[in-house]
């Protein structure tokens, strides 16, 4: 019932931009933290960006502060990663996480989107 599922994801050009979107659905949207992650072969998970339960307080990895932006809109039961300025180094399989501490620890993840910066 509870599903995270992002789309978006493909291939582009250095300098090029995508914009991701994922779909909540099966939960209360707006009780989550909404976080985008990203793994690459060989590398570890890492958290790109962070936003509140309203929208507020997003937060960037440093490697992509000023290229990226997160948001979400609670009536829609969506979050969004706006990529501008993409790097190959981007290039990843991008996972959104639904996350709260506030009653249990509970963390929710879509199945991840492939994200592809080459020329």
């Known amino acids: 019932q509870v599903q995270l599922v992002e789309s978006g994801g493909g291939l582009v050009q250095p300098g090029g931009s995508l914009r991701l979107a994922c779909a909540a659905s099966g939960f209360t949207f707006n009780l989550f933290v909404m976080n985008w992650y990203r793994q690459a072969p060989g590398k570890e998970r890492e958290l790109v960006a962070g936003?509140?339960?309203?929208?507020?307080?997003?937060n960037y990895a440093e490697s992509v502060k000023g290229r990226f932006t997160i948001s979400r809109d609670n009536a829609k039961n969506t979050v969004y990663l706006q990529m501008n300025s993409l790097k190959p180094e981007d290039t990843a399989v991008y996972y959104c996480n639904a996350q709260t501490r506030a009653w249990a620890p509970i963390d929710f993840w879509g199945q991840g989107t492939q994200v592809t910066v080459s020329s």
């Open positions: 936003i509140d339960r309203a929208g507020g307080s997003p």
